[in-house]
């Protein structure tokens, strides 16, 4: 079974950056689809970036051009660089690998941008 694990995330000041990172336990590029989630308090999850089995990327509206998705293959790992933080993007950001109908989530990592 495979397991996602996230890292990365901080308290940083508006106008800062992050690098997530979701480390799997397995091979996971061209096989799983790899998306970041995230939720913030009183707030329902939402969907903000991922990589597809075919290696298709794409944003959420609010985070383009902010937000970029890289890969490490060797490693397993994919990240999430985002700059430009605002407040309206705190929350707790989890990955979630999918293959077929199986789901594997992460414990998640807290982003807090607040100055």
């Known amino acids: 079974q495979a397991r996602f694990v996230e890292s990365g995330g901080d308290l940083v000041q508006p106008g800062g950056s992050l690098r997530l990172s979701c480390a799997a336990s397995?091979?996971?590029?061209?096989?799983?689809?790899v998306h970041w989630f995230r939720q913030a308090p009183g707030k329902q999850r939402e969907w903000v970036a991922g990589?597809?089995?075919?290696?298709?990327?794409s944003y959420t509206d609010s985070v383009k051009g902010r937000f970029t998705i890289s890969r490490d293959i060797a490693r397993n790992t994919m990240y999430l660089q985002m700059d430009n933080l605002a407040p309206e993007d705190t929350a707790l950001y989890s990955c979630?690998?999918?293959?077929?109908?199986?789901?594997?989530w992460g414990q998640g990592t807290q982003v807090t941008v607040a100055s």
């Open positions: 397995v091979d996971i590029f061209g096989i799983y689809s």
């Open positions: 990589v597809d089995k075919d290696n298709t990327i």
């Open positions: 979630r690998g999918r293959l077929g109908l199986h789901d594997y």
